[in-house]
């Protein structure tokens, strides 16, 4: 991520943070903004033009989007009157203030737990992310899809739009890929950090509570855990928190000897 990026997208990102009533509807848009931009290089090469007014780049957002909710054009509206390092990071962007938007529409709704939960599904079945991620199949298939794999009442609008809506404009990017993006983008979001913890049996309540006060002592915020239950842990635990390691596992403690006696 460029410089001009970061930039931008911290300006956007209070642009929505400061706006009122941002609803799914609003993520909605975001996501339909940040699709019609992905999909055709010239609107994504007159909103990132840097030689171009910020107004006139505004102008292009009205008569785009201007049957959009005034929620979602004034947040556009401030993302394009930005400076960004290229046009596929401006639609990065805008998907960002996507989930974002989601997240901030249903605080309550344990977003990044079913998203953990559904990237745990398609990992264990090689089809469907095959399917998910074939070229082959049209971006409406693949929301279908999705919709009947989540249409089971119990994951929540927020995160069934996200995973919808991800799928259908995937980008050259792999369908686990996208979803931990998004995990991590929510957790932000609530200013959490997320921890994927890999253990041989399942935790306690009680030693879920001690990691969790440790880890967000270390990283001085909240972390939300994800549990991966992994035999080739042994014992201890494994916790990857972006791309930090932690390895406290026999099997990783069993490795380092082995790696010494060769030595």
Same mark, same amino acid.
Do not use: C, H, I, W
């Given at each position: 991520?460029?410089?001009?990026?970061?930039?931008a997208l911290a300006a956007s990102t209070q642009a929505l943070a400061a706006a009122t009533d941002v609803t799914l509807d609003t993520a909605r848009e975001l996501f339909a903004a940040a699709r019609a931009v992905g999909e055709s290089s010239q609107l994504s090469g007159a909103l990132a033009d840097p030689a171009a007014a910020a107004v006139a780049r505004?102008?292009?957002?009205?008569?785009?989007?201007?049957?959009?909710s005034q929620n979602a054009q004034n947040v556009l509206k401030v993302v394009v009157a930005e400076r960004w390092s290229s046009a596929s990071e401006l639609t990065d962007g805008i998907e960002e203030l996507a989930i974002r938007a989601a997240a901030l529409a249903e605080p !309550? $709704?344990?977003i990044e737990g079913e998203l953990f939960g559904f990237t745990r599904v398609v990992a264990a079945n090689p089809e469907l992310e095959?399917?998910?991620g074939s070229r082959l199949g049209g971006?409406?298939?693949?929301g279908t899809l999705i919709d009947r794999l989540l249409a089971d009442g119990t994951t929540s609008a927020p995160t069934a739009l996200i995973v919808s809506s991800l799928v259908r404009q995937p980008r050259e990017r792999r369908v686990r890929q996208l979803l931990s993006r998004a995990m991590r983008i929510v957790?932000?979001?609530?200013?959490?950090?997320?921890?994927?913890?890999?253990?041989?049996?399942?935790?306690?309540?009680?030693? !879920? $509570?001690?990691?969790?006060d440790v880890l967000s002592r270390r990283y001085e915020r909240t972390v939300a855990l994800n549990e991966v239950l992994?035999?080739?842990v042994v014992g201890g635990l494994r916790v990857q928190i972006a791309d930090d390691v932690i390895d406290g596992s026999i099997s990783a403690r069993l490795a380092d000897l082995r790696q010494k006696l060769a030595g």
């Open positions: 991520m460029g410089s001009a990026t970061t930039q505004q102008n292009v957002v009205a008569a785009v989007f201007g049957g959009f !309550r $709704a344990d095959l399917a998910l971006a409406d298939a693949k957790a932000s979001q609530g200013d959490r950090v997320v921890a994927t913890v890999y253990t041989a049996t399942s935790l306690t309540e009680a030693q !879920r $509570a001690r990691l969790s992994d035999p080739a």
